[in-house]
Every structure is written in structure tokens, then in C-alpha cells.
């Protein structure tokens, strides 16, 4: 046996992939470390090439190296941990992946590995266009912000591109914020050529010369990634004076957020971009004609931006075909919580949640039934048990009176406390809220206080009116989606767990 | 006005202002080379990165405390995060905040007597599958329970 490929990505070494890698390591085997494919309960996942394919197994632990060596991995040999063909695996061979079509396959630091894979075909392409023909492509495939608000991409690029400035700037929000979110994390980890691949294009299209990647200080290897992988471009000529020889410029910078969830809000990542507060702007004006430093500039989340070069490579039809309704595409899906398979599961939309739980998570990983599945962050909706038909799409979640938003799923079981998790919700959001306006700064702590005067049974019936009346104010008063977005949690738990939301007895 | 001495610490802070003042929007990303090198963010070293970025005091002070990672006290020998999210929040991570409160002996953002520990929550660190999580000293841990921690503490106690 010459090669394994073993995880390097946060959660595999997490659970023990360093200390797999360099037990192999020490046997003489060369080992490749790769992104995850995000079948997390079999991490560290360990791959092998055969002449089938490659094999897997998992979860390895160190002290089950020597047992893999002589149970003949190299083949795909028996053993307790074997799962066989990796792509055959049902929980992956059902996916539709696309943006993730490299991850856990490819070697992250290497460009070579990255070309080898296709790598760099939609910006040729994209070279041999005009920004126009680009910003139409991008148009034409359907594709949405896949951060959570699902304006269209075509239309905010189009918007830059109209702008008849010089000075442009392409940024990625990389502030993943949201509980229950991982993949963005998992792309900048495990495939970060995609990501500079599609900012690239984008600063073609648009004719801006300087993009910058806000990632999360709370991730600090998809940083580390993503300077390796920029400086490994920069010096093969993918970014620089001239991108391919193109004449057309393009630089990237990392800058590193500093712990505010806040700054996942687009003016609000443009501030602190500026080195400033992360305080929240009034719109208008749009980023898109007033952004960073004033100028016009793209704000697109991670995955919205590592969708455009499969787009670019395949054409627009191709990524449009997938999908339901006004929902074009794929989404990826963070199951997380409480699941006995937590992952990630990238699908067309239209799955519904009930497959997403049980036929990919396995149920509860507590074995106890699964009680409410919030969706989409902390400021995503409670769903109980008689939503989990509901497809994942835009437009049917809204109708719901659910958010998709980033594609997070963070399941429950029974034991759940859906008056702490209201109360939580109210908490995060007064500890958050940049505190430029009053709903969110004053109104969150006022929540908190009014569930703890409800389960009190302080007047608990106008408390509940008061509740309602808090949620309404923040709402509609709110000048971004953190004050306007925190009563979703409070008012779904409230709407579908009733009982909880009564006076609790004093010990 | 008279003259200081520059200790190790103004110039771990004039080496910051020089590497990154040229920068577009250089604060944040000199707050961070400043709190890299000294693990917090001095005081003193508010007016200096003030004159050196030629901005107020307040300017400076205002966008230290806004964001939760820059910290203005010298932290102890390690630091653990705890994530507080919903989806540790799923796998129990409230009896581990308790009991890691108890164990260590303080509360959020503060240091133990000794000086070997300070504890501080997070909201995600996108380990969201196989919570609780912790990260000590920069290392991500996943599944940590009670137990799992005391251990985890006494290995590096042990190794260090």
C-alpha cells in the first residue's frame, strides 16, 4: 500500500484524524490530507484507492492502524470499520453534489490536485466572455444568496456592473455564524480553490480589482487554508496584475472577523471590513452602489460564490435543471444537533425535511423522538413534527412561516425546553445586537425578562400580550434582520409548543 | 511630555501599526497582530495604535469593545471556549457549561486565581454535528462531556 487519504478538516481532527494520519505516517504510508466529506459519525473517515474506487473506513482511531494495514486495506480488505466504496455509500450516493463535487476527493493545499480535477475551467471560460456575458450567465442559472436572504446573484452583480466607477471591490461573507452551519467552513477547508475560482470570476465580470474573504475568527483553519491556497494562486498566475494573462487584474486578501455575529449582516461586514464598529447601515444605500469604502461592491456568501464556476464551466442550464420552483440549483444542507448522522447533505431543492432527518440524519442521536427542528440559524423557526413534509424551498418555508437561510438543520429530541430555547433566542440576540436600534438593543433584553415573569406566573396572561406585542415591534422596527429575524424562534415555539408557555412551579 | 522607554510590549505594537497601517480599514487587522503578540490588548496600547492610525482614542477604544474576541485583560496561561449554541445546545452542552463554571471556579471572560485558565463562550465554531464543542488552546474538540473535560484538562496539565 503507497497512499490513504485521511481528513484534515476541524471536525475529523476533532475526533482524532491528526493522530490517525500520523500513525499511518509512521508505518511508511504516504497519506494525502484531504477536506471532509461530511459523513461526520464516520469520521476520521480514511480512504484507500483500488482499482474499483476508492474504499473507506471509519471512524478510525489510531490503535485500529496496524489492524487496517494487515486486514489488507490496500484492497479494500474486510474489516469491522470497512464501508466499502466511499461514492456508494447511500448516504452520499443519493446527493447531487456540485459545489462539493471536490471535497473530501481532492488534496486542499495543492493547486495541481485542483486543476486535475477540473479546476480553473470556468474562469477560461469566463476569460473569453464579456462581464456582461458573464453577469447573464450567473443571471440565466437561477442561482440565489444562499446566506440566507435568496436575492437573486445575477441581479446584485448586474447592479455593480452598471456602476460607471472604477474602483470596485468583490467581497465573500464568510462570517458563518449561525448555529447548526457548517459549510462554508467545509469549503474553505476543503476546497478553497472553488471559492478564489468564483470571487475571480466575479471581479472579471464586474471589472473589480480587489476581493477580500471576511472569514470567522472561530475558524481558524479554513484561514489557514485559504492563505495557502491564495498564495499558491497568486504565484501560478490565477490572481495578480494579470489573471491567466487576461491583462485583467485581481487581488484577494483574507480578513479575519473578531467574534461579532452581527458582521454576518452585509452593511455590517462592510464596516468592520473598514476597520470600524460593526454597526449596522441604513439601506438604502446598497452595497452594490455605496459599499466598501463607498465604492460599488458584491457582497456573496461562501456558497453563493463557490457555485459560480461549476456555472461558468457547465453553462447556466446545467445548474438551473436541478431544483424546484424559483429555488434553481443545488442547497447544501447542515444536518447537526441532535442526529445519529450528522453531515452534510448536498441536494437540488425540493428534499423534503422528514428525508433530511431520517432518511440521511438517522433519527435523533439519543434514540428519543425528534421534538422540533429549528432551520436555518438562530433566527430560523421552530418546526414541530407536522412540518417535516415541508420541501426545502425558499417560497415553502416562507409559507410556513419558515426560513431556509443558510441550509443549517439543528434537530431536537423530546427532552427539549422550548421556553429556554425562546428565552435563549431573546438572550443571543441582547448579547449580538450591535445596539444601534432600540428594538433589537432594548427589546431583546425585555424578552428575556418577560418569558422569566411568564414561567413565573407573574400575570402570565399579559405577559404572553406583551410577548406578542415585543415580537411585532421588533419585527416591523428592526433595521436588520437580527432584532427583525429573533422573534421567529420565539413565536414558532410558541405557536406549536403552547403547553410549555405556562407558569412552571417554584422550587 | 517626556519620553518612555519602549518595553517589549510597545514595540510588539509599533511592529503591528508598521506591518499593517498601510493597509485599507488597518484597525481590526492591527487590533489582531497587537492581541496575536500579546494575547490581549494593553491599554496602553489604545493610544498607541490611536497616534499610529491617526484616529481618536475613542475610535480605537469604541471598536475593541465591540467585538467579543479582543479582550482587554491578560488571559491565563490557556484558554477554553465553550460553544453555547443550539446545536450543543441539542447534545447537553449546559450541563457541561455548569459544570466546567464549577470545576474551574469562574465565570464567562474571566481567569482562575492562578492565572493557568480562562474561560470563554463562543457561538459556534461549525462543529455542529458532533457537539459539545470546546477548543483549548486553539485545538477543537467534539462529543465533550463532563467527564470528557476533566480529562482533557488533566492531559494537558500533564503535558505541558
Not at chain 1, 495557502?228 to 498566475?237: L, R, V
Not at chain 1, 406566573?457 to 405577559?463: M, S, T
Request: with cysteine; glycine share 12%; charged share 20%.
Amino acid at each position: 500500500m503507497t497512499r490513504v487519504y485521511v481528513p484534515k478538516d476541524s471536525t475529523a481532527v476533532s475526533l482524532g484524524a491528526d493522530e490517525v494520519a500520523a500513525a499511518f505516517a509512521q508505518q511508511g504510508i504516504e497519506v494525502i490530507r484531504t477536506g471532509s466529506r461530511g459523513l461526520f459519525w464516520l469520521e476520521p473517515l480514511v480512504e484507500v484507492d483500488t482499482p474499483a474506487g476508492r474504499c473507506g473506513y471509519g471512524p478510525v482511531g489510531a490503535a485500529d492502524v496496524g489492524g487496517l494495514i494487515a486486514a489488507g486495506m490496500s484492497d479494500g480488505g474486510a474489516h469491522p470499520l470497512a464501508i466499502g466504496l466511499v461514492e456508494e455509500h447511500p448516504y452520499l450516493k443519493s446527493q447531487q453534489r456540485l459545489t462539493f463535487r471536490h471535497i473530501g476527493i481532492i488534496d486542499p493545499a495543492s493547486l495541481t490536485d485542483y486543476l486535475a480535477h477540473g479546476g480553473y475551467a470556468g474562469l477560461r471560460n469566463a476569460l473569453s466572455m464579456t462581464g456582461a456575458a458573464i453577469v447573464q450567465a450567473v443571471a440565466d442559472s437561477g442561482l440565489r444568496g444562499r446566506g440566507g436572504a435568496a436575492f437573486p446573484t445575477g441581479i446584485k452583480w448586474k447592479t455593480v456592473l452598471d456602476q460607471p466607477v472604477t474602483q470596485k471591490y468583490v467581497t465573500c461573507n464568510a462570517d458563518e455564524g449561525d448555529s447548526g452551519t457548517f459549510a462554508d467552513r467545509l469549503v474553505m477547508e476543503g476546497d478553497p480553490f472553488t471559492l478564489i475560482e468564483g470571487m475571480t470570476i466575479a471581479g472579471v465580470a464586474v471589472g473589480a480589482t480587489q476581493g477580500f474573504i471576511y472569514c470567522r475568527v472561530e475558524y481558524p483553519e479554513s484561514i489557514a487554508a485559504l492563505r495557502t491556497a491564495i498564495a499558491a494562486a497568486k504565484s501560478a498566475g490565477y490572481l495578480g496584475e494579470s489573471v491567466c494573462g487576461s491583462g485583467k487584474r485581481f487581488e484577494l486578501d483574507v480578513r479575519v472577523a473578531a467574534g461579532a455575529y452581527i458582521c454576518g449582516e452585509e452593511t455590517s461586514m462592510l464596516q468592520s471590513l473598514e476597520g470600524k464598529r460593526g454597526e449596522v447601515r441604513v439601506r438604502p444605500p446598497l452595497p452594490a452602489i455605496e459599499g466598501l469604502f463607498g465604492k460599488p461592491t458584491i457582497v456573496n456568501n461562501v456558497m453563493s460564490l463557490a457555485a459560480v464556476p461549476l456555472i461558468l464551466e457547465k453553462g447556466p442550464t446545467y445548474y438551473r435543471d436541478f431544483g424546484m420552483g424559483r429555488s434553481r440549483g443545488t442547497i447544501a444542507l447542515q444536518l447537526a444537533g441532535n442526529l445519529k448522522r450528522g453531515g452534510l447533505v448536498e441536494r437540488a431543492f425540493g428534499v423534503t425535511l422528514r428525508e433530511i432527518l431520517y432518511d440521511y440524519g438517522g433519527g435523533s442521536a439519543s434514540g428519543r423522538p425528534i421534538k422540533a427542528v429549528q432551520v436555518g440559524g438562530p433566527l430560523g423557526a421552530y418546526l414541530p413534527e407536522s412540518q417535516f413534509d415541508t420541501p426545502l424551498d425558499y417560497e415553502a418555508f416562507a409559507a410556513v412561516g419558515a426560513l431556509v437561510g443558510h441550509g443549517g438543520i439543528v434537530a431536537f429530541d423530546d427532552t427539549a425546553d422550548m421556553a429556554a430555547l425562546a428565552r435563549y433566542a431573546f438572550e443571543f440576540c441582547a448579547y449580538e445586537s450591535c445596539g444601534k436600534c432600540t428594538p433589537c438593543r432594548i427589546g431583546s433584553t425585555r424578552g428575556a425578562h418577560v418569558i422569566d415573569n411568564l414561567l413565573a406566573g407573574h400575570e402570565p396572561e399579559r405577559q404572553k400580550v406583551l410577548l406578542g406585542e415585543l415580537c411585532e415591534t421588533l419585527i416591523h422596527g428592526s433595521l436588520c434582520g437580527l432584532g427583525g429575524m429573533t422573534p421567529f424562534p420565539v413565536q414558532s415555539a410558541m405557536k406549536h409548543f403552547p403547553d410549555e408557555f405556562e407558569p412552571r412551579s417554584q422550587h | 511630555m517626556t519620553s518612555v522607554e519602549p518595553t517589549a510590549e510597545s514595540q510588539a505594537v509599533a511592529a503591528a501599526i508598521a506591518r499593517h497601517g498601510h493597509e485599507p480599514g488597518p484597525l481590526i487587522v492591527v487590533l489582531h497582530a497587537v492581541q496575536d503578540a500579546l494575547g490581549y490588548i494593553p491599554e496602553q496600547a489604545v493610544r498607541q495604535i490611536a497616534d499610529g492610525l491617526n484616529l481618536s482614542r475613542a475610535e480605537v477604544f469604541g471598536v475593541v469593545t465591540f467585538y467579543h474576541y479582543f479582550r482587554t485583560h491578560k488571559p491565563g496561561a490557556r484558554t477554553v471556549q465553550i460553544c453555547r449554541a443550539e446545536a450543543c445546545q441539542a447534545r447537553g452542552c449546559q450541563s457541561l457549561e455548569r459544570h466546567a463554571r464549577e470545576k474551574l471556579g469562574i465565570d464567562y471572560h474571566e481567569t482562575t486565581a492562578d492565572g493557568s485558565t480562562s474561560l470563554e463562550m463562543v457561538f459556534c465554531m461549525g462543529n455542529c454535528a458532533t457537539g459539545p464543542a470546546v477548543r483549548i488552546d486553539g485545538r477543537l474538540y467534539s462529543h465533550v462531556t463532563p467527564e470528557r473535560f476533566d480529562a482533557l484538562l488533566a492531559h494537558q496539565e500533564n503535558a505541558l
